[in-house]
């Protein structure tokens, strides 16, 4: 039995209806290749023919499963000259996402359709790519040659009324696509020139330069963007001469440990929101959640549920409370509304779905209750006493505690199969982790519901077994454990940052400790039982006890000036680690930024290592996608665990 092809080409009264359905997101895969190919040929009696997809979405990119082995033909750079230089003009007549090898199709299409809302881009960087089928070349010459830097070089995503503007395309269409192409190709305008033999427009000398600082400052070692930079560039040569060092250079990126690192966090990400617990599970709907406590952290919860269109009732424990708990939400939908992420009805539709109270009665048609409370088992556990006795016995109960046994915490709770851990990351509207934290006797379709949530509020849910930290927090431990080692070693604070910023982290660790506040992990150092026979150094601890909190209080392991985060080197701090080298009779040595960071990553590898055969994680790709989604681990490198199997 023949397999039909993903491409079929209809004609009626000389338009031509090509149509590619290769689901979930019609990517450029090898059968569609061949099909559009096939395709293309059979265009002789047209006098115009529209390209289009079934699905969701028209060509949403690559198939990136396929970029391991050796490129197959037809190759996706022939198939687009191809369409550009059709007799029969060719209109691509787009919706949902137009990304990677669809978007550079596009291009090359005479004309462009697009439904409103539908979006664009070139996110090859975001895989340690640059284009391989002109984008780099058509794109600049389609809407200029800054534009086209933000769009390649930093993967951004442009909506179709920025597009229109940008003259990318010729008609956004606000109702069905087909109506509007038929009219179109009635009173077909003159075709265009092709964009490849059109001229970049001009821009100033200094522009790429100038753009280049922006770009190597954001990305933090990561190479690709400057690639793509460069392959921008190229447009200033003819097409024919230009494209064919893009596609080389794409080639030449495919193999690099940069972009299979990307690719692997790409498909981790996808493999790790399906977890085994959750295979034959179906998840429950929940529409109305309530959250006690309001303050930061409960306040970008609530966020984080009101933006994916949740009712939401925040519970605190007076009137006032209650007030400043409204206050704190408002302030961050505010925000929001000044950066342009939300419009003036969409914020005034959060508040409607937001109640404030000190009244627990008001969670009682609640499907979720989250704690967000003091990190105390006692303090959470008398929360889910009063939650139970009012919310029915099958709303999911859930607590947002960063370190502590949810076990202990649900203990007496009735139906504990509704009760689990959801550990979200500060400031919980905007970072992307959510670590579910599955008890023995957490149910699979409560589970399967938090999981269905995560992917709603566009979160990166991983799950996790109970022990001290889960997965994040208990490696953070070992970091900063670490991290104090090699300060009793012989490195100070700022050479222990350096080399870690060096790696690619977006901060070192003693800079992250003073931003995000000492006194937490303090409390958990002064909570646990610690084994004699393990090495302890307590300089933080010292730290600690003299008041120094980190930036809340003007200093920590730095010093700050009042207004302004920057670490300034503190020669006290300093002399107070060399003085507990000698007091503990430790001959300090000097480290390198290599060997600081090669200790630091094998810990992490290590305790990764021993949290996946635990069985606290599932696999390695859960414990790299929690470092890169809640840590800051430079995508780029794939993960701790990634990166020690890379280099052995």
Not at 460 to 484: H, K, P, Q, T, W
């Amino acid at each position: 039995m023949t397999q039909s092809s993903p491409v079929t080409v209809e004609v009626e009264d000389g338009i031509a209806w090509i149509t590619i359905d290769y689901p979930p997101v019609n990517a450029t895969a090898t059968a569609v290749r061949i099909g559009l190919d096939h395709a293309l040929s059979q265009l002789q009696n047209a006098r115009i023919a529209f390209l289009q997809c079934a699905g969701r979405t028209f060509v949403a990119g690559g198939d990136m499963s396929e970029f391991d082995a050796p490129p197959e033909l037809p190759h996706l750079s022939d198939l687009v000259q191809t369409i550009e230089d059709s007799p029969t003009p060719i209109v691509a007549l787009m919706h949902g996402n137009v990304l990677g090898g669809g978007f550079e199709i596009a291009m090359a299409c005479a004309w462009r359709i697009a439904k409103a809302g539908t979006k664009f881009g070139l996110p090859e960087v975001n895989v340690g790519l640059v284009p391989g089928a002109g984008g780099s070349q058509r794109l600049p010459r389609l809407i200029g040659m800054e534009d086209a830097i933000d769009v390649a070089c930093s993967g951004k995503i442009l909506g179709a009324d920025e597009l229109l503007k940008l003259g990318g395309l010729d008609l956004v269409v606000e109702g069905d696509l087909k109506p509007a192409a038929i009219v179109f190709a009635e009173n077909m305008p003159a075709r265009p020139v092709a964009v490849s033999l059109r001229d970049v427009s001009e821009y100033e000398d200094t522009l790429v330069e100038r753009k280049r600082r922006t770009i190597e400052g954001r990305a933090k070692g990561q190479l690709s963007p400057l690639r793509n930079l460069e392959a921008l560039q190229w447009s200033a040569l003819p097409f024919n001469e230009g494209q064919p060092l893009e596609r080389a250079l794409h080639l030449e990126l495919r193999d690099t440990s940069e972009s299979r690192a990307l690719r692997y966090a790409f498909f981790a990400e996808r493999a790790v929101a399906k977890p085994a617990a959750i295979a034959s599970a179906k998840p429950r709907p929940i529409s109305e959640v309530t959250i006690v406590g309001g303050g930061l952290m409960g306040a970008g919860i609530a966020v984080a549920m009101l933006n994916s269109n949740l009712s939401v009732t925040v519970i605190e424990r007076d009137a006032e409370a209650a007030k400043a708990a409204y206050k704190r939400v408002r302030g961050l939908l505010e925000g929001a509304l000044k950066r342009g992420k939300i419009t003036a009805e969409a914020m005034d539709a959060r508040l409607g779905a937001l109640t404030t109270t000190d009244n627990y009665a008001d969670a009682k048609s609640a499907d979720l209750a989250i704690e967000a409370v003091f990190e105390d088992v006692a303090v959470k556990s008398e929360v889910f006493a009063k939650l139970a006795s009012v919310v029915s016995e099958d709303a999911i109960l859930a607590t947002n505690t960063s370190y502590l046994d949810p076990r202990q915490i649900f203990d007496g709770i009735t139906n504990p199969q509704r009760c689990l851990g959801l550990h979200f990351f500060s400031p919980a509207h905007i970072m992307k982790l959510l670590e579910i934290v599955k008890t023995p006797d957490t149910g699979s379709e409560v589970l399967a519901s938090c999981f269905a949530l995560g992917k709603r509020m566009r979160k990166v849910s991983v799950l996790s077994g109970i022990c001290d930290g889960f997965i994040g927090n208990r490696m953070l431990s070992a970091y900063r454990r670490e991290a104090d080692n090699l300060l009793a070693d012989g490195a100070l604070p700022f050479e222990v940052d350096a080399a870690m910023r060096a790696y690619g982290m977006p901060m070192g660790p003693y800079e992250l400790q003073d931003l995000t506040g000492l006194q937490i992990a303090w409390a958990n150092r002064k909570r646990q039982v610690r084994d004699e026979n393990e090495r302890y150094i307590g300089i933080a601890d010292q730290l600690c006890e003299l008041g120094r909190l980190g930036q809340r209080t003007g200093q920590g392991w730095y010093m700050y000036q009042e207004g302004n985060r920057t670490p300034i080197r503190d020669e006290s701090v300093e002399k107070l680690i060399v003085g507990y080298s000698a007091s503990n009779g430790i001959n300090r040595q000097k480290f390198t930024a290599e060997e600081i960071s090669e200790r630091l990553l094998a810990v992490l590898a290590r305790e990764g290592a021993d949290i996946v055969k635990e069985g606290i994680a599932e696999r390695n790709a859960d414990v790299d996608t929690v470092q890169i989604n809640g840590y800051g681990f430079p995508r780029w490198r794939g993960g701790p665990m990634h990166y020690a199997e890379t280099i052995g």
